[in-house]
């Protein structure tokens, strides 16, 4: 029996950890984790890829030596599931030969601006954006982009170090103190106001598959309300929207990822809904955070094994998801300018509640980071299905108002 074929799977912090992709490639590859020690996720976890399987560590080597290794190899595939491995993953595609992006979408993938320049000129979406590459850029950029604006990095995602400007002497310090510490280049782009429907957030996101250029939308994802610095309370699949509105969120990221040259594998296209209509916020070139659970949960496919298939190039043409039951994740945040987090308090009720199937919280007490994300105040997530939409209305507000983190204001920095 032939051994089965290897997919270099390009390791960091991303949507899928060493378990979900070992899990997901039984019956289908052999995952290589190609890994940096020079990267910080990496190098905390590089002992337990080790033990768990096949791994590549090439701290200090090159990309063509990296390649090179790989085709001794005889990888067959290759793949990411982090954000910040796309460009790299990339190069290691074109010097093997095998399906990826090219090296010019990966780059718009991971640019906010030069996306947005990507979508205005095929007539896509023009969404006002400037670069601010330093504090002296930001009164420029807010003459092009206007109040109220959106200032947040370049490159990155779970929200990191984003806020909303409504003035331009509150933008230009928050500027300033961004490009003086943790961030190397920001953009200010036109706030997109959102209209809600049913009470859900005024974003989703559309999952998507890519083979040879034909986009095929796999589940339209619903959120839950944004809290303050627009982090993320929440998300269920499938999402709450009329046909003939969902059908418009995927036919914009079909066009968003054809403006993109996006040619292959999966893909997380967020978009906001407006009165004039669904609007591009960005477009992620992988799998989303938290999605494959969901869509799993929600009787969907498996996308870490789908991104795998797709690796190799036998992912085919998935028939859409039927859903049986809507899937959701209620993210328990800390509020806003904590410090501390000692204690939270209802988990028990919550874990009682119908539909509920796991609570699972951090660590006690918790010291929350000095650049906050929506991923980073997250001090807990509640899992759980339902039947329906409204179920999930009533159920999400229980836990909301059950589970209260203790905390401590932040110190000045």
Not at 40 to 55: K, M, N, Q, R, Y
């Amino acid at each position: 029996m032939p051994a089965p074929p290897r997919v270099a799977v390009v390791y960091d912090l991303g949507s899928a950890g060493p378990a979900d992709v070992l899990r997901a490639a039984r019956g289908v590859c052999t995952p290589v984790f190609v890994y940096d020690r020079a990267d910080e996720h990496p190098a905390e976890v590089a002992g337990l890829l080790a033990d768990l399987g096949e791994t590549l560590d090439t701290t200090g080597w090159d990309l063509r030596r990296t390649a090179a290794e790989l085709r001794r190899r005889d990888t067959a595939g290759i793949v990411t599931f982090a954000e910040y491995q796309l460009r790299r993953t990339a190069g290691l595609a074109e010097a093997l030969g095998l399906p990826y992006q090219d090296r010019k979408t990966a780059e718009l993938l991971t640019d906010k601006a030069a996306q947005r320049a990507a979508f205005a000129a095929a007539g896509v979406d023009a969404t006002r954006i400037a670069r601010v590459d330093a504090p002296d850029d930001f009164d420029a950029a807010l003459a092009v982009v206007g109040l109220p604006a959106v200032l947040k990095p370049a490159v990155g995602g779970s929200s990191r170090n984003t806020s909303l400007v409504t003035s331009a002497g509150e933008g230009g310090e928050r500027a300033r103190r961004l490009l003086a510490g943790p961030e190397d280049r920001l953009v200010l782009e036109e706030f997109l106001q959102g209209e809600p429907l049913g009470g859900w957030g005024d974003y989703v996101s559309v999952e998507s598959l890519t083979s040879g250029g034909v986009t095929v939308p796999l589940a339209v994802t619903g959120k839950l309300p944004l809290a303050a610095g627009f982090r993320e309370t929440g998300m269920f699949v499938p999402a709450d929207l009329p046909g003939d509105l969902r059908a418009e969120t995927e036919d914009l990221t079909r066009r968003a990822l054809a403006a993109l040259g996006f040619r292959h594998g999966l893909t997380h296209t967020e978009i906001k809904l407006t009165a004039d209509g669904p609007r591009l916020i960005e477009v992620n070139g992988r799998l989303g955070g938290h999605v494959a659970d969901l869509v799993r949960r929600a009787g969907g496919p498996d996308l870490v094994r789908l991104a795998l298939l797709a690796a190799l190039g036998a992912a085919g043409v998935p028939d859409r998801p039927r859903w049986d039951r809507v899937s959701f994740q209620h993210f328990v945040l800390a509020p806003d300018g904590t410090r501390v987090v000692r204690r939270i308090s209802g988990a028990a009720a919550v874990r009682a509640l119908p539909g509920v199937s796991k609570v699972d919280l951090a660590d006690l007490p918790r010291v929350l980071p000095a650049v906050a994300t929506g991923a980073s105040s997250r001090v807990g997530t509640v899992y759980g299905a339902v039947a329906d939409h409204a179920q999930l209305r009533f159920l999400s507000q229980l836990v909301g108002e059950s589970l209260r983190p203790a905390a401590e204001p932040e110190v000045a920095r």
